[in-house]
């Protein structure tokens, strides 16, 4: 874990090594070291002040949704915090003063006031709407999975030399890139029902993300496939291999490699797509338990906030697991 | 009675005709070296004897399995082509191994997928090559690991592997470094010494000169000449010859 931490912010590696040498020997630095060091603070720099504007903005944002409140007057000025508080079955505001002063603006009044949050909902609700993340994450998951499976196959048939099978993939491609994807979330769930097929909410939903995925994807996977040379091919098949033991053996599985990277960043993006399934109402995923614990008692507000930091949470999560794995596929090849 | 028996094989790309009613015969044993300008059509010949290029004319019979040029792919004629290649073995300039398996990986590949060996025995057989190519130790890398001449040696081992009755080989070490050179030339002397038949490309004379048993020299898609290496060398017959001979020199 340190060894990652003093990689990722070489400053830290960077103390150690700049002074003892020089507290040994006052040689002089060469001109390489100088602008080697040079480079390195201006990095380290730019680094430390991203970190903190990061930080600067996230309490700015806090601050927003404290509750705080600034009151001024002749008679004095009170900072309070607004809370909201329940009497005999009803909520009200209330402020509480936190800091008071005997002085304040000679003339007419100020206040400024935050947005208050209803922490007791957000108490309440918080593990409600977590465990919401499994759902999330499951049908994100099944999705991937079938838009994996059907992009491979739209990118087989879109090198096919067979016209019926081009056409296919060509025509599977087109149509679900020419619809809206909200579309077809409820088209799975509400039209097809009309037909007499009823599919759960769940395989409503992964059937149209996978679909539409699929659609998307599929170029990933032509790029994937074109990426392996002809050399490959040749190789493969002048030590004898069939045409599809080829395909099978050397050239897909190539491919796949090729494509986790950028398969990896679809499902980032899936996350936040199977939000759309909670339209159906069946899935009970972060969205919708949102909706369910806010809307009956109008507190959307905090209930979507708290939705929006398990999406962002998760996004960052896999990002960073993304980002992992990428390096570690790149080690293999150069 | 040769092994490999090229008869009146033309080769068009486009409207450019590469290979012009070319015949040629490799006895058994014999290290047959191809010399010749580039766009020669030399690597074109030798990659129409296991059909990577698909000849349009002509027949190519390797051990007994002769395959007639066709346009039509029907099945009997892809059976053929399947047949022809398990005779052949064929080394390319660019290594072409497999990037996402290991080197014995790369070496039981076919074996276990083409010929249904089982692993363990496939991999028996993949050592004693790899230890033939004095690569032994390298079994669990991957190519990418490699220096070019012993991916080269890799790429000779899976060849083998298949135990083709000719080996094919189009410029082996037209990609590497000339320090790298040797190291797989020497595999391929060895191979030659064990009594393989070998049908090479190549532009090391010197090789040639040590190695063949005969030499051809190919001009704009046909034979110029051919015959014992010091006499293709020493006493060219055909001013084209000799004028490629020069300028290489």
């Known amino acids: ?334 | 009675m040769p092994i490999v028996k090229v008869s009146n094989l033309d080769k068009y790309f486009g409207r450019l005709h590469v290979l012009k009613n070319i015949s040629l015969e490799v006895a058994e044993r014999e290290v047959v070296v191809i010399i010749g300008r580039s766009g020669s059509g030399k690597s074109t010949l030798l990659r129409c004897i296991n059909f990577l290029e698909e000849p349009d004319n002509g027949m190519i019979e390797v051990d007994g399995i002769s395959v007639p040029a066709t346009h039509r792919k029907t099945r009997e004629h892809n059976q053929q082509v399947h047949d022809l290649r398990l005779k052949t073995g064929m080394v390319f300039q660019e290594f072409n191994l497999f990037p996402h398996l290991n080197v014995i990986e790369n070496i039981i590949e076919a074996p276990v997928t083409v010929k249904k060996m089982s692993k363990e025995q496939a991999s028996e057989i993949g050592m004693r090559f790899l230890e033939k190519v004095g690569l032994a130790a390298k079994r669990s890398e991957f190519p990418a690991r490699l220096s070019g001449g012993q991916k080269q040696r890799v790429a000779i081992a899976r060849a083998l592997a298949m135990e083709p009755r000719v080996m094919l080989f189009d410029e082996p070490t037209s990609a590497l470094d000339p320090e790298l050179i040797g190291e797989v030339l020497n595999v391929m002397k060895q191979l030659a010494k064990e009594g393989m038949t070998m049908a090479i490309v190549t532009h090391e004379m010197s090789f040639a000169r040590e190695v063949a048993d005969r030499v051809i020299y190919m001009d704009e898609g046909c034979i110029i000449e051919q015959g014992e290496p010091e006499k293709i060398f020493a006493a060219p017959a055909d001013p084209r010859t000799k004028q490629f001979l020069e300028r290489i020199r």
């Not at chain 1, 490959?232 to 030590?239: D, V």
């Not at chain 1, 069939?242 to 679809?266: D, K």
């Open chain 1, 1 to 334: 874990m340190w060894k990652r931490l003093e990689s990722r912010f070489h400053f830290f590696a960077m103390a150690t090594v700049t002074t003892t040498p020089s507290a040994s020997t006052p040689a002089p630095k060469s001109q390489a070291q100088l602008i080697l060091e040079r480079n390195r603070r201006a990095r380290r720099n730019f680094t430390l002040s991203v970190v903190a504007s990061w930080i600067a903005m996230l309490l700015l944002l806090l601050f927003l949704f404290s509750g705080l409140k600034l009151k001024s007057s002749a008679a004095g000025t009170q900072i309070a915090i607004t809370k909201w508080v329940e009497t005999t079955g009803n909520k009200q505001k209330q402020d509480e003063t936190l800091f008071s002063l005997p002085v304040g603006i000679p003339s007419g009044e100020f206040a400024y006031s935050t947005i208050t949050l209803d922490w007791g909902f957000v108490g309440k609700n918080f593990a409600f709407i977590r465990d919401g993340i499994w759902q999330t994450i499951g049908i994100s998951a099944l999705s991937i999975v079938t838009a994996t499976v059907l992009a491979l196959l739209a990118a087989l048939g879109r090198l096919s030399t067979f016209p019926p099978v081009y056409a296919l993939s060509t025509f599977y491609v087109s149509l679900i890139r020419g619809t809206p994807l909200f579309l077809q979330v409820i088209f799975f769930f509400l039209a097809l029902p009309q037909l007499g097929i009823d599919l759960s909410g769940l395989w409503a939903g992964v059937i149209a993300l996978g679909l539409n995925y699929g659609a998307y994807m599929s170029e990933i996977f032509r790029a994937g496939l074109l990426s392996v040379g002809k050399g490959q091919r040749e190789a493969a098949l002048a030590l004898g291999m069939t045409q599809s033991q080829m395909m099978l053996r050397i050239v897909i599985p190539q491919a796949l490699r090729f494509a986790v990277p950028p398969t990896g960043n679809e499902f980032i993006a899936m996350l936040k797509d199977s939000a759309l399934v909670s339209a159906t109402g069946f899935v009970h995923e972060i969205l919708w338990r949102a909706g369910a614990a806010g809307k009956p008692v109008n507190r959307n507000l905090e209930a979507l906030m708290i939705a929006a930091v398990f999406y962002w949470f998760m996004t960052i999560s896999f990002s960073a697991l993304q980002d992992r794995l990428e390096k570690y596929m790149a080690r293999g090849d150069r």
